[in-house]
């Protein structure tokens, strides 16, 4: 029997999900004695549940008569289909002098915005958008940097029903016209700069370049720095909302209007345009945010991201909550790993969000957080972006704080939400997410669609929930829709993950162990990446790996690629030393067959490896889409091996 790392004390009885699920009991005349049997209730009624979850969560907005109006495909499925609601008007309800939003940049500039102050400048760009003829629908793109002033344009343009959508500055022109040129925005919010690592990055030619290719309506320029911009033919920012006329009011619009166009990655050929409709993003992050967070009006929360990210739109609506939001931008490793332990102490952080790519950088770089930093104030910490190894469980709870709820939350810009992630009342185990998401069917699927009860296989999602995607953008019959996420089983939504239920006394956990796409298949035997990188990231030796299956004399080899530390070398009994680790912590099967080395690894420009970009170049095959890559030259480390040949 596992041993919890965590276990809810006292305080936990008072969360928020402690009086929704006594709601739950009164409501539905049931007993729901553990969590397994609330969930159960969740996805069993889930007319009543969403139901609730508007009332308790305070959607400010008319639901209608009706919540569920089920239609013979998952996808055809409307929430509340009489319902009408303004995204912006909820994440402004708070409207006093608390601190909404706390600016920190690199570069140490601290900027502090109250909810009256954020609601005051919201409309004045809803009142300049409305002027110059914006529509609901119209869509409103951001080239920005994780700043106050992005956060303003997005209310202010939801505020009128306009589409936003952003893109960070770490993407190239193309990158950003892969994106943007697909949605041919009418306005452009830009950035003219910004500081990472240590140094000013002029945005200037860029942004003169995507006006021209993109030709929007309106060009307004954020001056990174000082209050003049060199870009020409833009209206600089603060003159613009200087000469708003009165806030126009809040346009309430049905549940699936659309609210954000987010994009898939686009390693595999052009990204997809994922409308998210203002319904659904609201109730399934303000139930993840409120139920399974816990975070309240009095709490400070924080998720480094760039906005780029899915989870620049999930921190947004911690507004929702009445928190106040920390915003950083910038590199978190600069000038060393403890500069966000430094915002937690120096902002009073409730709620801190990370990578798991970056817990693994701080225990790597031998700072100990719960020897040199205060960390009271810090009661929930959230990690995504990959699965969070069984190791950084341990590292956190020893050399960062004893007593904190680690939720390790998964799901993506798919649903712009979870299917698995937190709970304050259900204990926290080592390598596992804590609990399936309330309202969401979570199941696991072995290949011919039956459910697994013990073992790996497909994550899946049995019934339609509210974040599920409006549509993709430019797919009028609907079939690339259709085809990335029904096209494996029928009816059910095949998430891409390759997972594993674990069974407890009282709720169900669950083990992340890769994407399915990226799994090795050595002798015909699924094997999840991410077992691999447990093993191996663990090395002091080791910066960062990542293994591939390489097509070899009718079978699959595993191969594996790592990225050394300073001055360390690839000898045999280091080698040694990697298949031992994979064969004990693993399998024997698990242990590749070649490994070497390669300078760095490429990314997407949200930080994640990207296994089958690296497939295709060991095969000699062309990937379509390098613009998707922070550092798309890292894949010629791994062209053209000798150690791969015949």
């Not at 059910?492 to 390759?498: F, K, L, N």
Request: overall charge negative.
């Amino acid at each position: 029997m596992a041993t919890p790392l965590w276990q809810p004390g006292p305080q936990q009885q008072h969360s928020q999900l402690a009086s929704f699920w006594q709601q739950a009991r009164d409501n539905s005349g049931r007993s729901l004695p553990d969590y397994s049997a609330l969930h159960r209730w969740s996805t069993e009624d889930p007319q009543a549940f969403w139901q609730q979850v508007w009332d308790f969560c305070g959607i400010q907005g008319e639901p209608g008569a009706t919540v569920l109006d089920r239609q013979p495909s998952f996808q055809d499925t409307r929430w509340f289909p009489e319902g009408r609601l303004n995204y912006a008007e909820n994440l402004l309800q708070r409207d006093d002098h608390h601190p909404a939003l706390v600016s920190v940049l690199e570069d140490g500039r601290r900027e502090v915005i109250s909810y009256a102050q954020l609601r005051v400048a919201a409309g004045q760009v809803a009142a300049q958008l409305k002027a110059a003829g914006i529509q609901p629908g119209d869509r409103v793109a951001g080239y920005m940097p994780n700043r106050i002033e992005t956060v303003i344009a997005a209310l202010g343009a939801t505020w009128i029903g306009a589409v936003w959508s952003s893109c960070s500055p770490d993407f190239g022109v193309s990158g950003v016209l892969d994106r943007f040129g697909q949605i041919e925005p009418r306005v452009l919010v830009a950035c003219d700069g910004y500081h990472y690592n240590g140094k000013w990055i002029d945005l200037e030619p860029r942004i003169s370049e995507l006006h021209a290719s993109l030709n929007p309506e309106l060009l307004i320029v954020v001056p990174g720095k000082g209050d003049s911009s060199r870009v020409q033919k833009a209206l600089i920012w603060q003159a613009w909302l200087e000469a708003a006329g009165p806030a126009p009011a809040f346009v309430a619009l049905p549940f699936n209007h659309p609210l954000f166009i987010l994009y898939s990655s686009g390693t595999t050929g052009q990204p997809k345009c994922i409308v998210h409709g203002a319904g659904g993003t609201l109730l399934q992050q303000t139930k993840e945010l409120q139920l399974h967070g816990d975070v309240r009006k009095d709490d400070t929360l924080f998720y480094f991201t760039t906005c780029g990210w899915m989870m620049w739109n999930w921190l947004i609506c911690g507004l929702h909550t009445g928190a106040t939001l920390v915003l950083y931008d910038g590199n978190p490793g600069y000038p060393d790993t403890a500069r966000l332990f430094d915002l937690i102490d120096a902002e009073g952080i409730t709620h801190f969000g990370t990578s798991a790519k970056f817990i693994q950088a701080v225990e790597k770089s031998g700072l100990k957080p719960a020897d040199s930093h205060n960390l009271a104030s810090l009661r929930v910490l959230f990690s995504t972006g990959s699965p969070l190894l069984h190791e950084s469980y341990d590292f956190l709870y020893q050399q960062v704080k004893e007593d904190l709820l680690v939720s390790s939350i998964s799901g993506g810009t798919d649903i712009i939400s979870c299917f698995a992630l937190g709970n304050p009342l259900v204990p926290v185990f080592r390598g596992e997410l804590q609990c399936l998401g309330l309202g969401m069917d979570v199941d696991v699927f072995d290949d011919q669609g039956a459910p697994v009860a013990t073992g790996k296989g497909e994550l899946v999602c049995r019934q339609p929930f509210p974040s599920c995607p409006v549509k993709f953008w430019n797919d009028p019959d609907g079939n690339r829709f259709h085809n990335a996420y029904f096209s494996r089983f029928d009816g059910i939504w095949a998430h891409g993950d390759y997972a594993e239920r674990v069974a407890h006394e009282h709720h169900d956990g669950l083990i992340i162990h890769g994407r399915s796409d990226a799994v090795l298949n050595p002798g015909g035997v699924r094997i999840g990446t991410a077992e691999i990188y447990r093993q191996v990231e663990t090395l002091q030796e080791i910066r960062e790996a990542i293994v591939v299956g390489q097509e070899w004399q009718g079978d699959v080899r595993v191969v594996l690629f790592v990225v050394l530390a300073d001055s360390e070398s690839l000898t045999d009994d280091l080698q040694a030393r990697i298949r031992k680790a994979i064969r004990h912590g693993a399998s024997p099967r698990h242990v590749p067959a070649v490994i070497t080395t390669v300078p760095e690894i490429p990314r997407t420009v949200s930080g994640k490896i990207v296994e089958l970009a690296v497939r295709e170049v060991i095969h000699g095959r062309e990937v379509t889409n390098r613009n998707a890559l922070a550092n798309p030259d890292a894949l010629s480390h791994f062209a053209n091996r000798s150690e791969l040949g015949d």
